[in-house]
Structure formats: structure tokens, C-alpha cells
């Protein structure tokens, strides 16, 4: 057996991959590489009372629900985090993360400091946190405007929430500045790629170390 498939065999609990950033700042274009590059590592699609845009698909990039089935959601214990960005409502449902974990399955969440906080207290060690950093707040406007999804007072009350939600960087594991997306994938892999291999994330290795141990040579 090759290494490669001996260290995948051996088994863990997954892992739920925390990415958030001001908008604009690339947090959605590095996951979307992520998944592209990385087949083993799944989406957690959030639910969302915000207007789809054009460009989105209801149940591939959120759940659209209007305000009442949201909060019957979130009364009911259905969802992990939630919280109010932007005048709308957002949250992660509980069930199809829980059960990724326990099967040992990764799990990639994009979603804002308010959220990662709530999981980061309901889900612990479970938890790799990345905070996505823009170069400059100019290089963050300039990316708002070249998207065009947005209205001009929309881009300008974005520009003021990013100037909060960069107060809570120190609460990450991780910061990636993204100067050049290319580095900071490459820097977001690389994180990933180690926190697979931790050792309080391999329960399996009790029994493989044991096996090493009994091996008659």
C-alpha cells in the first residue's frame, strides 16, 4: 500500500474550515478554488433571508428562505450560527454539518466573524478559522465596484461594516493578507493540508500506532 493511501486510511474526524473577510476581500473566490481543487472538501451552504442576486442558484450558493422560515429555523435548534449582516439574516443549518464531522468529512464554511464565534463555541476543535485580509481598504473598494452586483450606497455601507468586522482578525487561527489570490490559496492549502494531519484530529492513530507496536520484525 502506498504511503498516501496508508495516512488517508488511517481515520479522523473531519474538520469544519472557517473563511471570513470583508466583502470583497476574496474569501468566496478562495473557496470556490478550494472546492474546485480539493473534491474530499464539502460546502456548507448557508441559509440566507437576503434577495438573490443573478448570478446565484437557490441550494448551491445559499438557501434563500423568507424571514418567518428562517427564525422557525433558528427556534427550533436547526441551525449552528447565525446572524444579521447587511440589514439580512444568515445561518448554518445544523444536521449535514454534524454529520460530515462524525464520518470524518471536511466541511467549508464562508461566512463572517459573527458566525465563526457561535461555532467556534458550539463545535470547539472542530474548528479551522482563516481571516481573509484585503491589501488596502482602496484595492476593497475597487473590488466592490468592479463586481457591479451592488448599488453605490450598498458599496459605501460595506466599506463602513468592513472597517468593524477587521477589528475581530485577532480572533483567527490564521490571517491570509490577499495581495495575489494565487499566494493566498497557496497559503490557505497549505493551512488545510497541516491541520488534516494534527494529532488530536486522527483518532485512528491509537489503533495504527497500537498495530506498529504489536508487529512482530
Given at each position: 500500500m502506498a504511503s498516501q493511501d496508508l495516512t488517508a486510511s488511517i481515520r479522523r474526524r473531519g474538520l469544519m474550515l472557517?473563511?471570513?473577510s470583508p466583502s470583497g476581500a476574496g474569501k468566496s473566490t478562495i473557496a470556490r478554488n478550494l472546492l474546485k481543487s480539493d473534491p474530499s472538501l464539502e460546502l456548507s451552504v448557508s441559509v440566507t433571508t437576503r434577495p438573490r442576486r443573478g448570478s446565484e442558484i437557490d441550494g448551491v450558493h445559499y438557501h434563500f428562505l423568507s424571514q418567518?422560515?428562517?427564525e422557525r429555523s433558528r427556534e427550533t435548534d436547526g441551525l449552528l450560527e447565525w446572524a444579521e449582516v447587511h440589514g439580512n439574516y444568515y445561518g448554518t443549518?445544523?444536521?449535514p454539518a454534524e454529520a460530515a464531522m462524525a464520518a470524518g468529512r471536511d466541511m467549508l464554511?464562508?461566512?463572517d466573524w459573527q458566525g465563526a464565534v457561535q461555532l467556534d463555541e458550539k463545535m470547539g476543535t472542530d474548528i479551522v478559522s482563516i481571516f481573509i485580509l484585503p491589501p488596502s481598504?482602496?484595492?476593497l473598494k475597487a473590488r466592490l465596484m468592479r463586481r457591479a452586483e451592488d448599488s453605490l450606497e450598498s458599496i459605501e455601507r460595506r466599506l463602513?461594516?468592513?472597517k468593524l468586522e477587521l477589528?475581530?482578525?485577532r480572533e483567527y487561527d490564521y490571517v491570509v493578507v490577499n495581495d495575489d489570490l494565487d499566494r493566498a490559496f497557496s497559503a490557505v492549502k497549505a493551512i488545510v493540508a497541516a491541520e488534516r494531519l494534527r494529532r488530536d484530529r486522527r483518532p485512528g492513530l491509537f489503533d495504527f500506532v497500537s498495530g506498529l507496536l504489536d508487529e512482530k520484525v
Amino acid at each position: 500500500m502506498a504511503s498516501q493511501d496508508l495516512t488517508a486510511s488511517i481515520r479522523r474526524r473531519g474538520l469544519m474550515l472557517v473563511l471570513s473577510s470583508p466583502s470583497g476581500a476574496g474569501k468566496s473566490t478562495i473557496a470556490r478554488n478550494l472546492l474546485k481543487s480539493d473534491p474530499s472538501l464539502e460546502l456548507s451552504v448557508s441559509v440566507t433571508t437576503r434577495p438573490r442576486r443573478g448570478s446565484e442558484i437557490d441550494g448551491v450558493h445559499y438557501h434563500f428562505l423568507s424571514q418567518r422560515e428562517f427564525e422557525r429555523s433558528r427556534e427550533t435548534d436547526g441551525l449552528l450560527e447565525w446572524a444579521e449582516v447587511h440589514g439580512n439574516y444568515y445561518g448554518t443549518p445544523r444536521e449535514p454539518a454534524e454529520a460530515a464531522m462524525a464520518a470524518g468529512r471536511d466541511m467549508l464554511f464562508d461566512i463572517d466573524w459573527q458566525g465563526a464565534v457561535q461555532l467556534d463555541e458550539k463545535m470547539g476543535t472542530d474548528i479551522v478559522s482563516i481571516f481573509i485580509l484585503p491589501p488596502s481598504m482602496g484595492e476593497l473598494k475597487a473590488r466592490l465596484m468592479r463586481r457591479a452586483e451592488d448599488s453605490l450606497e450598498s458599496i459605501e455601507r460595506r466599506l463602513y461594516n468592513a472597517k468593524l468586522e477587521l477589528e475581530h482578525w485577532r480572533e483567527y487561527d490564521y490571517v491570509v493578507v490577499n495581495d495575489d489570490l494565487d499566494r493566498a490559496f497557496s497559503a490557505v492549502k497549505a493551512i488545510v493540508a497541516a491541520e488534516r494531519l494534527r494529532r488530536d484530529r486522527r483518532p485512528g492513530l491509537f489503533d495504527f500506532v497500537s498495530g506498529l507496536l504489536d508487529e512482530k520484525v
